[in-house]
């Protein structure tokens, strides 16, 4: 064992003389102003390209949208990570209402619908999205609704219960008359 520890203790007492002379040459080689300019450079570049290989920046995500017929047909998007349900749940809705990249897809909502908030709490999602989402026709309105919910379940695998609301209420519910629905009451002058 003695002989080891001897040749460990040599050992170190090199590798230290020559750290000690690396950091030297160092101190040398970095007194001059460029060359401590191109060293910050170096480190910065090597930090920026390392944190972007090693991060895993973008998650992809099924948005389902309608199209020309009527029915809903998914499209992969790339959304940045988020930590949680709720910031995943916002990304996902946020995304769905920018609309679709393919032209042969129709956009789920019309333009300036926006989220207003999102809950999830015990396997249940609360999403509320602006007034101007119940502008639509009932049939549009609805597509939009199945869109919503189905990217939703789909980015939420572990998602129980979804709840829809449009500037707090329940579409279709007591309260909320869309326009064309069924039940609406029409009033004309």
């Known amino acids: 064992m003695k002989p080891f520890l ?16 690396a950091y030297r040459r160092s101190l040398v080689w970095l007194s001059f102003p460029v060359n401590f300019c191109l060293a910050v450079l170096g480190l910065v570049f090597f930090l920026s390209f390392a944190s972007w290989a090693i991060g895993h920046d973008f998650d992809p995500v099924v948005l389902w949208f309608p199209d020309s017929k009527g029915s809903l047909r998914g499209e992969i998007r790339q959304v940045p990570t988020s930590w949680g349900a ?10 769905l209402l920018l609309g679709p990249k393919s032209i042969s897809l129709h956009p789920a909502f019309p333009p300036g619908v926006r ?9 249940r999602l609360f ?20 869109a919503l919910e189905r990217s ?12 829809v609301t449009i500037g707090g209420t329940e579409p279709y519910s007591v309260g909320l008359k869309v326009e064309g629905a069924r039940g609406a009451k029409k009033t004309g002058k």
């Open 6 to 21: 001897e040749a460990l203790r040599r050992l170190s007492v090199v590798v230290g003389h020559a750290l000690v002379a």
């Open 86 to 95: 709720e910031a995943r749940a916002e990304l996902v809705a946020s995304e």
């Open 115 to 123: 989220v207003e908030s999102v809950l999830y709490r015990k396997g």
């Open 127 to 146: 999403v509320d999205i602006s007034l101007e989402a119940a502008l639509e026709d009932a049939k549009s309105l609805k597509n939009g609704l199945a």
């Open 152 to 163: 939703l379940r789909a980015a939420l695998p572990g998602l129980r219960r979804l709840t």
